[in-house]
């Protein structure tokens, strides 16, 4: 198969069935997709029992390929993630890892409560991410992983796990669906207790495929983008937003990868939609969607768009609220086009918002702000 067939294989018959298992969870699955063509690592943060650890589950079931998930605690120890040092190897004087089962030889790894690691394993996690290689002592070998999925239900805040978050390039919000929605959730939820007990249907696709999807990124053309995406990049920069070079270069890879997800070998405005989910902080999420869909606005949607380009959701309106208030609060602290340009982005969701009532209270405490910065 051609890197197309390849990405639109994966599109049609896996990541779709699995939209129709995981209600609600259409946008993780969708960037689960683009992290997997793009080969770059996926955060989900939110609380226990979203279905994270099932959805990289059943993504791995669906495909030929081998898995490793693992709860971390802060006592989780090296070999419990790389595999003990084999014995008969240690007798005859070399450090060598036996790997069998292990993080090492696995093409998918989920692991949850990332950010409980320790000192013990951090350095070793560190380069998993970001190289795709194992260092033990002396023994240095080449990671399989297509894809490396972590989730956490907080944020980090000492230095050594934020290190850790930034070789998260994506980052999306896992939480529970609406009430409306939770009887499909109950329906699907009890078929999927069904099907997990078989074999999943063979669709044809290997870890091999996969790589090959990958090895076509580079031939992807993003000239068409180039100035659009280096506009927004400054943009987000003087927004408060830390989008370091490395991250620059390396979200090219998924925004490649969008492009080959809907059967393009060139990229377009809309394949910038994976740079909503870039956000450091939650108060963010909300700001960078807007910046984001601002950019995205410039060109009128056609076929061949990614669909998550085109998806909206409401904003929250409590989240508005607390960023527009935060907003006011350090308005002297931030320099005039800074204040402007989140400002803006914050009005831009607000005809958004469905309850009109709540929509007019926060189109007035934006109105109160433009005025502020008119003085």
């Known amino acids: 198969m051609t890197p197309l067939e390849i990405a639109q294989h994966l599109s049609d018959q896996i990541l779709r069935p699995m939209k129709s298992v995981f209600v609600g ?35 791995a079931r669906r495909l030929d390929a081998r898995s490793f998930d693992y709860l971390l605690t802060r006592f989780t120890e090296p070999g419990e993630l790389f595999g003990p040092f084999d014995i008969r190897r240690l007798r005859e004087g070399d450090l060598v890892t036996n790997t069998e089962g292990m993080l090492p030889e696995a093409d998918f790894i989920f692991l949850d409560e990332l950010l409980n690691a320790n000192s013990a394993i951090l350095n070793s996690l560190l380069l998993v991410l970001n190289e795709r290689v194992f260092r033990r002592g002396r023994e240095t ?91 927004l990049i400054a943009r987000l920069r003087a927004a408060g937003m830390e989008v370091s070079d490395r991250r620059a270069v390396k979200l090219q890879r998924v925004i490649a990868a969008s492009a080959l997800m809907c059967g393009r070998q060139s990229a377009r405005l809309s394949d910038l939609w994976v740079l909503r989910f870039i956000w450091d902080r939650e108060e963010q999420r909300e700001m960078l969607a807007a910046m984001v869909q601002e950019t995205l606005n410039k060109e009128a949607p056609e076929s061949g768009d990614h669909p998550q380009a085109h998806s909206s959701a409401a904003p929250d309106p409590e989240s508005l609220a607390r960023d527009l208030d935060a907003l006011d609060a350090g308005w002297a602290d931030l320099a005039p086009g800074v204040a402007k340009d989140r400002l803006s982005a914050l009005a831009m969701r607000i005809p958004w918002v469905r309850q009109a009532e709540t929509r007019e209270a926060l189109q007035e405490k934006a109105e109160a702000l433009w005025r502020k910065a008119g003085e």
């Open 25 to 59: 969870k259409e946008e993780i699955i969708d960037l689960m997709g683009i992290a997997l063509a793009g080969g770059e690592n996926l955060f989900l943060h939110g609380p226990p029992g979203t279905a994270k650890s099932a959805l990289v589950q059943e993504l």
């Open 141 to 231: 070998r080449r990671l399989p992983a297509l894809l490396v999925v972590s989730a956490s239900n907080h944020l980090p805040e000492e230095e050594a796990l934020k290190a850790l978050f930034d070789r998260f390039l994506l980052r999306v919000h896992c939480g529970y669906v609406p009430e409306a929605e939770l009887s499909a959730v109950l329906e699907a939820g009890w078929a999927l207790e069904k099907s997990s007990r078989q074999s999943p249907p063979s669709v044809g696709l290997t870890a091999e495929h996969i790589r090959s999807l990958q090895a076509a990124l580079p031939e992807v053309d993003l000239s068409p983008i180039r100035s659009s995406y280096l506009d």
